[in-house]
């Protein structure tokens, strides 16, 4: 099946894209970055 990914360039250093996105929105459901890392293994 056909998929979408979106990478954001901001300036010459910065970036966003999926994976940055998956680990903010893990942050938002557990609380924290370390749990959130752990939920993303």
């Known amino acids: 099946m056909p998929s979408l990914s979106l990478r954001i360039n901001l300036d010459p250093e910065g970036r966003i894209g999926p994976g940055k996105i998956e ?19």
Do not use: P, T, V, Y
């Not at 903010?24 to 890392?37: D, K, M, P, T, Y």
């Open 23 to 41: 680990l903010l929105e893990q942050i938002a459901a557990f609380g924290s970055i370390s749990a959130a890392a752990r939920g993303m293994e």
